[in-house]
């Protein structure tokens, strides 16, 4: 059996499953926006524009990451792809997450965390407590991996267009 690009592990490391999830890294806070190739996006935060109407029917895709983590970098392609697949024009924002206290303020489970209009994509997130700069790890058919798996990411957007149509 051949495997996909997203059942791949994106963070390998020879620690084991409870020492990877309690690893902590004190760093400090930044956010960015990967912006659309229109141009039209803009950094969290600004305030929004004459178009408001517009721009709130627009589905907010956040990434949340800790430096050094390469899974982030791998799921920005990919989750392009998928955006496109479904046909979501949007903005990815990139939320780096430098501190112990603010992966608990932002509910932070590990890198890479994707979020569809706030909400994870993955179901059992809001169950967990287990907040910590780490890497994330999903269940898949094939154990735990690294990568979000498409099928989490597809069902999350389908969900949110949903909602919005």
Known sequence: MTSSPSSTPLCKSTTSLPQLLSIET??????????????????AGEEPTENANEEESVMRVEVLYFD?????ENLLPRLRDLMDQEGVDAPIELK???????????????????????????ATAGSRADFGLKCRLYA??????????????????????DKAG
């Open 140 to 161: 898949t058919a094939d154990g735990l991996q690294g990568a979000i798996p498409d099928e989490l990411i597809l069902a999350s957007i389908r969900a949110h267009q």
């Open 96 to 122: 780096s997450i430098k501190s112990a206290q603010t992966a608990e303020r932002e509910r932070f489970l590990g890198s890479p965390t994707l979020r569809i209009n706030g909400e994870d994509v993955d």
């Open 68 to 72: 050094g983590c390469p899974g982030h």
């Open 26 to 43: 004190p760093i400090s806070e930044s956010v960015d926006t990967l912006h659309a190739a229109d141009g039209n996006s803009k950094p």
